[in-house]
T-cell receptor, first 113, second 107 residues
C-alpha cells in the first residue's frame, strides 16, 4: 500500500483541452517529482517541486506546469493537450532532506482523443 | 544514449524457476530502485538500494556501486510475479529509468 495517492486514476480528454492531475503525498514529504510514461517506454522526468518551488525540469514544454501546496499535495497541469500526451503520469515524493526515500503513486492514465 | 540499461527486455519462465534481471547504469547515483508495474497499473517500489543486498520474501536485490550494476532475483517464481520490472536510478534530483523487463511466468 502506497502513501502517495493520485487522482483521477483514469481520464479521457479531447485534443486542445486542459487537464489537472493531482498527487497527495505523505505528511512531511516536501519533495515531489512528476514523470510521464508513454506506452511501452520507461518514465521520463517532467519536473520536481521542493517546498512549493520548481526544483528541476526535464525536457517538457512550458504547457506542462505544476503546483505544490503546503498540505503535501501537488498538481500537474497540461494545457493545449496533444495526442502524444496520452500516457501514464506518475508522481513520487520523499521527505525533506532525503534524496532516496521515494514513494511512488499508482499513476493517472490520461488518454487524449 | 540511455543512462540505464536493463536485460533481458522480455523473459518467459516456468513456474518455480529462478529468475535474474540485470541493470547497468552510467551515471553517479545516490540510490537505485527496483520497481514493479502490472499491466495497466501503477508502479510499486520493491527495493531501494544504495549498497549491498536486500531480501524480501522471494525477492533479492543486489548492487555493486563500483561496477555500476544491480540485479533483481526472484526465487521459486510464480505466475503472480508476471509484470514489468523497472530499474530506476536516482542521480541528483531526478530518476533515470530503464525501459523495463517484461516477465511472464507460466504455470
Amino acid at each position: 500500500e502506497t502513501g502517495v495517492t493520485q487522482s483521477p486514476t483514469h481520464l479521457i480528454k479531447t485534443r486542445g483541452q486542459q487537464v489537472t492531475l493531482r498527487c497527495s503525498s505523505q505528511s512531511g514529504h516536501n519533495t515531489v517529482s512528476w514523470y510521464q510514461q508513454a506506452l511501452g517506454q520507461g518514465p521520463q522526468f517532467i519536473f520536481q517541486y521542493y517546498r512549493e518551488e520548481e526544483n528541476g525540469r526535464g525536457n517538457f514544454p512550458p504547457r506542462f506546469s505544476g503546483l505544490q501546496f503546503p498540505n503535501y499535495s501537488s498538481e500537474l497541469n497540461v494545457n493545449a493537450l496533444e495526442l502524444d500526451d496520452s500516457a501514464l503520469y506518475l508522481c513520487a515524493s520523499t521527505p525533506t532532506g532525503h534524496n532516496y526515500g521515494y514513494t511512488f503513486g499508482s499513476g493517472t492514465r490520461l488518454t487524449v482523443v | 544514449k540511455n543512462e540505464v540499461e536493463q536485460s533481458p527486455q522480455n523473459l518467459t519462465a516456468q513456474e518455480g524457476e529462478f529468475i535474474t534481471i540485470n541493470c547497468s547504469y552510467s551515471v553517479g547515483i545516490s540510490a537505485l530502485h527496483w520497481l514493479q508495474q502490472h499491466p495497466g497499473g501503477g508502479i510499486v517500489s520493491l527495493f531501494m538500494l544504495s549498497s549491498g543486498k536486500k531480501k524480501h520474501g522471494r525477492l533479492i536485490a543486489t548492487i555493486n556501486i563500483q561496477e555500476k550494476h544491480s540485479s533483481l532475483h526472484i526465487t521459486a517464481s510464480h505466475p503472480r510475479d508476471s509484470a514489468v520490472y523497472i530499474c530506476a536510478v536516482l542521480a541528483g534530483n531526478q530518476f533515470y529509468f530503464g525501459t523495463g523487463t517484461s516477465l511472464t511466468v507460466i504455470p
